[in-house]
């Protein structure tokens, strides 16, 4: 986005020079004291345009494959996509292991490479940095090709999951387990401030092969000055409730008897789903699962809950973004 | 004693047809293993308020499941919340059950539960016969004994393919389970968009893939696993490699008894 300076952008400046943490460095996620301004940002996602998915698939395809995709054969092959309630499903005729797919309401592209999908695992395995490494080498790349702009990424701070397979004797144990893949992900980050459902993932085979690609499509309204992301259509918000006391609520919000296991607590902007557009702010995000006792001394483990907690409201109501929607009709059994 | 008998008559059954099934089942191509199996059995609570077995409400994943299953040409059922019961997915010849597996979960190529759990445990939202709760490993015989028929599980619940826990699963007969090591967040058609992408990739890949994260998060929340189960080593990894539900790919009843068992996940955590 163009930057040009305005007075609410200034005051944006001077509250950062006189407190707010210095964002020169995003190698930390941060989470503001109590008093300190946090920037709330106007965000949209949507469909792109053919042309502009042309282009970001074009340049992952490239970095996935390690060599030149003509243009015209991601149009032509777009021009061709299937089209379904998942998805645009896009074939490349020059790449026949590799899956593209467009999810409009999300605005995500995700690549998945058969051909790099193994179960073998090679006699020297690449290890967890040298994956780390790669990646990030193709995090540049695509800053290159101006895809992303690699400072909005943490690059410091992956975080990382991993592709496991393992089997063995019903009647014997476990003969082998092995790490395939690692899953490295690294979250669009706003001043220092991770954003749940932007980022960009990597699977990599343990043979340095990569195996997929996920790249999220949230637009922020930021403008950017001394290396600090500002809001161009939000405003700054004092933080007036601190992390023991969200914690507090949420102990307290507890039925009894019952008890929390906490995935992942932190401070993060979380686009609510389902919207084009909206006026986000950071929360302090608590994913958990909930133990409920069951019968006959059993445990019961609820699905995962994600409940974002004002930082700058003490009175507003938590926001369940694993809510149930609508409910279905019954019909009656037999 | 009668279930007894009738597991024994069974197992001769079956050890007489193994090599010839064992056989087909490692030699036929995919195109040949196609049988005429695109039924399903789906349960799915989603009300756990207040009807003798507590727990968080949840969103329902599996309507839109059922909608691609029949606009595919599947044939099948779908009960929720007071129309769900755990004695679904009991084994019919087990005592002091009253197991319907033979009517619902077993009677059926896929077999889908979507509420909550834990370790080869599902939770369902209502009691019915004072019970909410299906032990898989002690109350549940899916692709064996009476019913005999699926499959496929899927298991849309928190922490039930644990994979410090996986033995949970060894008395069912099915030929691949799908499930989480960890607690879930699941978006509506997420359960949708595995079985549509089984078109052509295998299930194993699809599950895992379609599963890690909700559709537009980066949080890395879920562990999906993909729990498959063969008659060796090499048949086990060919049914990973082989099984494509939405294109029909290996949809007869598994072999028994299984001997093996392999298995492929992301890995985000665990419960």
Redesign the interface.
């Known amino acids: 986005m163009k930057s040009h300076t305005t007075p609410l952008k200034m005051i944006a400046v001077m509250l950062l020079a006189l407190g707010w943490a210095p964002a020169t460095t995003m190698a930390e996620p941060r989470e503001p004291g109590l008093g300190e301004p946090v920037a709330v940002f106007a965000m949209q996602?949507g469909a792109r345009s053919l042309e502009e998915v042309s282009k970001r698939a074009q340049a992952l395809a490239e970095v996935m494959l390690g060599r030149e995709v003509s243009s015209e054969a991601i149009q032509a092959a777009l021009s061709k996509a299937e089209r379904?309630?998942?998805g645009w499903h896009i074939t490349l005729p020059e790449a026949a292991g590799l899956?593209l797919r467009y999810?409009p309401?999300?605005d995500?592209l995700?690549f998945?490479n058969?051909d790099g999908?193994s179960?073998q695992v090679p006699a020297s395995a690449m290890e967890e940095k040298e994956a780390v490494a790669l990646v990030q080498r193709h995090v540049k790349e695509l800053d290159r090709r101006g895809l992303i702009a690699a400072r909005h990424y943490d690059l410091a701070a992956p975080?990382i999951?991993?592709?496991?397979?393992?089997?063995?004797?019903?009647?014997g144990g476990r003969?082998y387990e092995q790490i395939v893949?690692y899953?490295i992900?690294f979250?669009?980050a706003l001043n220092g401030i991770p954003v749940?459902?932007?980022?960009?993932?990597f699977g990599v085979h343990v043979s340095g092969q990569l195996t997929?690609m996920?790249l999220?499509g949230l637009t922020v309204a930021s403008v950017e000055e001394d290396g600090k992301e500002l809001p161009s259509a939000g405003t700054f918000r004092a933080r007036t409730v601190s992390t023991d006391e969200i914690m507090r609520q949420f102990g307290a919000s507890l039925?009894q008897d019952v008890k929390a296991?906490v995935?992942?607590a932190r401070v993060m902007y979380v686009?609510p789903?389902d919207v084009e557009h909206a006026v986000v702010e950071p929360l302090y995000v608590v994913?958990h699962?909930?133990r409920?006792p069951?019968?006959?001394g059993?445990?019961?483990?609820?699905?995962?809950?994600?409940l974002g907690y004002s930082m700058t409201d003490p009175a507003a109501a938590p926001i369940d973004f694993?809510?149930?929607?609508?409910?279905?009709d019954?019909?009656?059994?037999r | 004693m009668t279930s007894y008998r009738l597991h024994s008559v069974r197992a001769v059954v079956h050890a007489g047809a193994l090599f010839l099934v064992g056989l087909w089942a490692v030699c036929s191509t995919p195109a040949q293993s196609v049988a005429a199996g695109r039924t399903y059995y789906i349960d799915e609570s989603t009300d756990f308020s207040g009807n003798g077995c507590e727990n968080s409400d949840l969103n329902d994943v599996t309507s839109s499941l059922r909608e691609s299953l029949d606009d595919d040409g599947w044939t099948g059922q779908r009960w929720t919340n007071v129309n769900a019961w755990p004695q679904d997915f009991y084994e019919q010849t087990f005592a002091g059950l009253a197991g319907l597996d033979h009517l619902y979960a077993d009677s059926k190529t896929l077999a889908v539960y979507a509420g909550h759990g834990n370790r080869g445990l599902l939770q369902f939202g209502y009691r019915r016969d004072g019970r909410c709760l299906v032990q898989l490993n002690t109350q549940a015989r899916l692709g064996t004994l009476a019913g005999d028929t699926a499959a496929y599980a899927m298991y849309v619940t928190s922490c039930t393919i644990n994979l410090d826990s996986l033995s949970l699963h060894f008395n069912n007969a099915v030929r691949q389970s799908f499930g989480y090591h960890n607690s879930p967040s699941v978006k509506d058609d997420q359960p949708r968009d595995f079985y549509e992408a089984t078109d052509d990739l295998r299930n194993s890949r699809a599950w895992i893939e379609e599963m890690e994260d909700r559709p537009g998060w980066f949080t890395g929340d879920n562990s999906p696993i993909a729990l498959t189960f063969g008659l060796s080593s090499s048949h086990c990894s060919w049914v990973a490699d082989t099984a494509r539900l939405r294109a029909g790919v290996l949809l007869s009843n598994a072999p028994e008894p299984d001997a093996w068992y392999c298995y492929t996940m992301f890995d985000h955590g665990g419960c």
């Not at chain 1, 999951?161 to 009647?171: L, N, Q, T």
């Not at chain 1, 694993?322 to 279905?328: S, V």
């Not at chain 1, 019954?330 to 059994?333: A, G, R, V, Y």
């Open positions: 996602r379904t309630r998942a899956r999810l309401q999300v995500e995700r998945l058969l999908v179960q975080e999951g991993y592709g496991r397979i393992g089997g063995g004797a019903i009647k003969e893949e899953r992900t979250l669009r749940a459902n932007d980022g960009i993932r997929g996920r999220g039925p296991d995935a992942w686009m789903e994913s699962a909930l409920y069951g019968e006959h059993e445990t019961v483990v609820s699905r995962r809950k994600v694993t809510a149930p929607a609508i409910r279905h019954e019909k009656s059994k």
